[in-house]
C-alpha cells in the first residue's frame, strides 16, 4: 500500500512564511499528479496547489502568487512554499497523490495523508 507522510505544519504569524513536506513509500512506478488541498473546520476541502507531470502547476485563486509548490520525483516528494501567510489561511493541509502503483499497469490509486495543521495568528 502506498502512504503519503505531512511534515512541516505548525503556528506562524501573519504575514510570516512555512514550507509543507510530502512523501510518498511503497511499489511506485510514477505520480501523475502531486498536489495539496486544505479544510477550514465546517468548510469543503479545497485545492490549494498542483503539480503535474510536464512542469505544469495550478493554483487556487486565494493563494496565487504568495505559494508555490513543487515536486522531486525522485524522492516521490512535493513541497508547498506558503508566503505572506493570512489568518485565512488556517487550515488542515492535506497531500494528495495520483499514483501509477509496480504491477498495476497503467491504472491509477487517489492516495491521501492524513493532514497537517497549520494555523496562522493574527
Known amino acids: 500500500q502506498v502512504q503519503l507522510v505531512e511534515s512541516g505544519g505548525g503556528l506562524v504569524q501573519a504575514g510570516g512564511s512555512q514550507r509543507l513536506s510530502c512523501a510518498a513509500s511503497?511499489?511506485?512506478?510514477?505520480?501523475?499528479?502531486m498536489d495539496w488541498y486544505r479544510q477550514a473546520p465546517g468548510k469543503q476541502r479545497v485545492l490549494v496547489a498542483a503539480?503535474?507531470?510536464?512542469?505544469?502547476?495550478t493554483y487556487g485563486d486565494s493563494v496565487k502568487g504568495r505559494f508555490t509548490i513543487s515536486r522531486d520525483n525522485a524522492k516521490n516528494s512535493v513541497y508547498l512554499q506558503m508566503n505572506s501567510l493570512k489568518p485565512e489561511d488556517t487550515a488542515k493541509y492535506y497531500c494528495?497523490?495520483?499514483?501509477?502503483?509496480?504491477?498495476?499497469?497503467?491504472?491509477?490509486?487517489?492516495?491521501w495523508g492524513q493532514g497537517t495543521q497549520v494555523t496562522v495568528s493574527s
Open positions: 494528495h497523490m495520483e499514483v501509477i502503483v509496480l504491477g498495476e499497469g497503467s491504472r491509477s490509486r487517489d492516495v
Open positions: 511503497g511499489s511506485i512506478f510514477h505520480i501523475n499528479v
Open positions: 503539480a503535474f507531470t510536464g512542469e505544469r502547476t
